[in-house]
């Protein structure tokens, strides 16, 4: 589906594309543009002013300058608008979180009146994920790709078990079903565990999962596990002797990350309040002991998928650094990354999309709430680059498996074949990045457990 001709931008011209090409520098804080001018700017205007208003509102707001904060939102919310172009609308979502970044200095005041503005329903959330997939399919393509390695390394083998950690997206895996299924050799015994927090959700993936398999002659075993990430036991995974076993993670091992700050170092880190295990530690190859009390959780999370000796692993991350100690920094690389998210769906979606303004404000819109008005342990989208995930898979004992060239073209076709030219896929040492036009969106690598000789 294609915008309307009258909500069209130029993707090559437009402020929000020079955003999300380039990274924008921090201004220091000039003085507040007029009202007058600000209402007789064009788009293009417009949208250099917003970019100049929130980098200065940033600013502001991480050196406690609330005065100067709250004058820069006042002008953004001149310009900006949820239902405008797309460079309105990243506004509009940035322009929030940064207000309720500053609302958390009035603890009373910033439950009062975010109360009744909650975090969207988990049945809102998941339409959003499904618009999301639709939409803007780079996750199709990395769930094809996902599926090509653990049929490229399952082959001969007639008993499979594959963990999804990303949330049982019952579209990848009944696309991996038609795969084993057409095998010369027959299709394997397949069992699949996955791990979602809402029992509902996996559910529904596996009666779908159930009936297909079923219609396919494929023999199918569905393991759910109700559980966040941050609190799987992977014996709860249930991996058997003899099973040949995959590991797939979508968009889901950077949520890790915000359990060291959650602990804050005052528990064992193996614990949660009610004494129940966790992430159980295991040392890596080269340790040559147990974690150091210093590990990660994510780094102990990896070791223990590790000691799982799967024969593949995948993951699917995004392509961002959102991780950041100072606010600043991490807002800027924010605000380049969701323009070019917003960007993308300016061009997919027409102007008056539902299924858009759910994506963008359900999906996008949370996560940019949560870079940049939480801190600590609340901050859970803490996205990574690929180099950083490498080093934490090389640290755990994993090493990088090459994507086959074949699915790097099937991922290539896939994505010509798309409703515009926006969509590419870049390979880079074995790894794809998904992109729009130039800017890196997410990362696929996968990897295999080493072993000492």
């Avoid at 005065?67 to 001149?78: F, G, Q, R, T, V």
């Avoid at 390695?149 to 499979?160: D, G, P, Q, R, T």
């Avoid at 709430?369 to 640290?395: Q, S, T």
């Amino acid at each position: 589906m294609v915008q309307d001709e009258a909500s069209s931008s130029s993707v090559t011209s437009s402020p929000l594309h020079n955003l999300s090409s380039h990274t924008m520098p921090l201004h220091p804080a000039a003085a507040p543009t007029p009202p007058w001018l600000l209402r007789e700017l064009r788009s293009d205007e417009r949208g250099l002013c917003l970019i100049h208003l929130l980098l200065n509102c940033a600013a502001a707001a991480a050196a406690g300058r609330l005065d100067a904060a709250n004058a820069a939102l006042e002008h953004i919310a001149s310009l900006a608008a949820p239902d405008g172009d797309a460079m309105q609308r990243v506004a509009a979502a940035f322009a929030e979180a940064l207000a309720r970044r500053a609302l958390r200095a009035w603890p009373g005041l910033c439950r009062a009146l975010l109360l009744p503005r909650a975090a969207p329903a988990a049945a809102e959330l998941a339409a959003a994920r499904r618009h999301f997939l639709d939409l803007c399919p780079f996750l199709r393509l990395a769930g094809a790709a996902a599926n090509q390695s653990i049929l490229e390394a399952m082959e001969s083998e007639k008993m499979v078990h594959v963990v999804d950690l990303g949330g049982a997206d019952a579209t990848q895996w009944l696309e991996l079903l038609h795969l084993l299924a057409a095998r010369p050799e027959g299709p394997p015994h397949l069992r699949l565990t996955a791990v979602h927090e809402h029992k509902d959700v996996l559910t529904q993936t596996a009666m779908v999962l159930a009936k297909e398999a079923e219609r396919l002659d494929v023999p199918f075993q569905f393991n759910p596990v109700v559980c966040r990430l941050e609190a799987l036991d992977v014996e709860s995974l249930r991996v058997k002797t003899g099973e040949a076993l995959a590991v797939t993670s979508s968009l889901q091992l950077h949520c890790l990350l915000a359990s060291d700050d959650d602990s804050n170092g005052s528990k064992d880190s193996s614990s949660n309040d009610k004494g129940e295990r966790r992430v159980k530690y295991r040392s890596s190859p080269e340790s040559g002991s147990g974690v150091s009390p210093s590990t990660s959780r994510a780094d102990a999370f990896l070791g223990a998928l590790w000691g799982l000796s799967p024969k593949v692993t995948v993951v699917t991350e995004q392509e961002a650094s959102h991780n950041a100690a100072a606010l600043t920094e991490r807002f800027v690389e924010a605000l380049n990354y969701y323009a070019a998210l917003f960007d993308c769906l300016e061009v997919v979606a027409a102007r008056g999309s539902v299924e858009r303004a759910r994506v963008e404000r359900w999906l996008l819109g949370e996560e940019i709430k949560n870079i940049v008005a939480c801190e600590g342990g609340e901050r859970r989208e803490r996205h990574e680059r690929l180099e950083r995930w490498a080093a934490r898979m090389e640290g755990a004992g994993f090493a990088r498996v090459p994507l086959s060239y074949y699915a790097l073209l099937q991922a290539r076709r896939a994505a010509q074949g798309l409703c515009c030219d926006g969509f590419k896929v870049r390979e880079d040492k074995g790894s794809f990045f998904l992109c729009w036009q130039d800017r890196a969106i997410f990362s696929v690598s996968a990897w295999r457990g080493r072993r000492l000789d």
